[in-house]
């Protein structure tokens, strides 16, 4: 994008944000993004990545109406993806996201970088506040020898444990249900004082018992959660398998594991195990199959249909003779490289020859003078 065009963004941008209460007074954020209220984050994310590359200014140059929808997509996915704003707007609304000072949106060009891989540049770069990641959980996943071949997207059904969709991580009914502890006055900690003789005393910081450490009190629970602020609940996801993939090969879901409002999400990571094939072997990038031949193929040569795990006929042809055991190798049959699919390996074809269980005498006749001349 050209640097006048993206100044001139970020100016319309900034305008924007000057007049917020009369351009955006009471946007649907889920309309915007398309979405239903009880949409899950990873839908959210899913709906703004794809829409946000549809009306990015490098796709529509010099179109207004692109650029506000641009502008107008990050100010939603950042309101619907952070957990306590989206909670906020769905109980308040705009006005309660104006109140508390959560209404300052950032770049769009900075949230936009998140999923495209390129920084938004011109300084208005943020940074999210570190959190606590959640621990990674390993699954193992089956596929097959086509499934690799060929590349395909697999859906897969996972029960993990979310933030409640009722009280969005609160644990509470209503979010005046939630107090500060009196106990510890919200810190979390108290400060403790154990005599260790006459005039003699410790000071010692130790978890509020009160409210175990939170520093606020659930007055009345969430009755979905039971003030749990997380649940079980199923979940689907699409995993992408890529041509040429290997067996053992490991597929990140970033952050698509167990969910807590205390803490960033871990990774969910996908192992790939390879099922059996009735006829081909894998080694690498190279493909194994064994064909059997009759003797009088093995003697006098042929010409074999082969199908290969596309579906696809290859012909395989041999004159002469045919030794058992031999290893015929045919170039670029094997499976596609991964990362480079146009590139593939080898496809080795081992011969194996069916001898006749007997022989009639007219036929041991003719072999017989065949050898003897």
Do not use: C
């Given at each position: 994008?050209?640097?006048?065009?993206?100044?001139?963004?970020?100016?319309?941008?900034?305008?924007?944000?000057?007049?917020?209460?009369?351009?955006?007074?009471?946007?649907?954020?889920?309309?915007?993004?398309?979405?239903?209220?009880?949409?899950?984050?990873?839908?959210?994310?899913?709906?703004?990545?794809?829409?946000?590359?549809?009306?990015?200014?490098?796709?529509?140059?010099?179109?207004?109406?692109?650029?506000?929808?641009?502008?107008?997509?990050?100010?939603?996915?950042?309101?619907?993806?952070?957990?306590?704003?989206?909670?906020?707007?769905?109980?308040?609304g705009e006005e309660g996201l104006k109140g508390g000072g959560h209404q300052q949106f950032h770049n769009p060009f900075d949230i936009f970088a998140q999923f495209a891989g390129f920084g938004g540049g011109f300084g208005f770069g943020h940074q999210h506040a570190q959190q606590r990641k959640g621990p990674e959980v390993a699954m193992n996943l089956e596929v097959t020898l086509e499934e690799l071949f060929l590349g395909t997207t697999i859906e897969v059904e996972i029960n993990k444990q979310i933030i409640c969709p009722t009280c969005r991580g609160l644990g509470a009914k209503r979010a005046e249900d939630v107090v500060k502890c009196t106990a510890c006055n919200g810190a979390g900690i108290r400060i403790v004082r154990q005599m260790l003789g006459p005039g003699m005393y410790q000071q010692m910081q130790t978890t509020c018992d009160a409210c175990g450490g939170r520093g606020k009190l659930v007055k009345s629970k969430c009755p979905a959660c039971e003030g749990n602020k997380v649940k079980r609940g199923s979940h689907q996801l699409t995993v992408t398998i890529e041509r040429g993939m290997y067996d053992g090969q490991r597929i990140v879901m970033d952050r698509e594991a167990d969910e807590s409002p205390d803490m960033t999400p871990g990774d969910l990571i996908f192992t790939l195990s390879t099922l059996p094939h009735p006829t081909f072997t894998r080694k690498g990038d190279n493909l194994y199959v064994k064909e059997v031949i009759t003797l009088k193929e093995a003697l006098l040569g042929f010409e074999k249909k082969l199908k290969h795990l596309d579906g696809n006929e290859i012909t395989i042809r041999r004159e002469g003779i045919t030794q058992p055991g031999f290893v015929q190798t045919i170039k670029g049959q094997g499976m596609p490289t991964h990362e480079f699919p146009s590139e593939r390996g080898f496809l080795y074809v081992e011969y194996g020859v069916v001898l006749p269980e007997k022989l009639t005498e007219a036929q041991i006749s003719q072999i017989s003078k065949l050898f003897d001349s």
């Open positions: 994008m050209r640097l006048s065009l993206r100044i001139a963004i970020l100016v319309a941008f900034i305008v924007l944000l000057l007049d917020i209460p009369s351009v955006l007074a009471g946007s649907d954020y889920y309309g915007v993004l398309g979405v239903d209220r009880s949409a899950t984050k990873r839908q959210i994310k899913k709906a703004y990545k794809e829409l946000s590359k549809k009306y990015h200014p490098d796709k529509n140059p010099g179109d207004k109406d692109a650029e506000a929808k641009f502008v107008e997509l990050a100010q939603a996915y950042e309101v619907l993806a952070d957990d306590e704003k989206r909670r906020i707007y769905d109980q308040y």
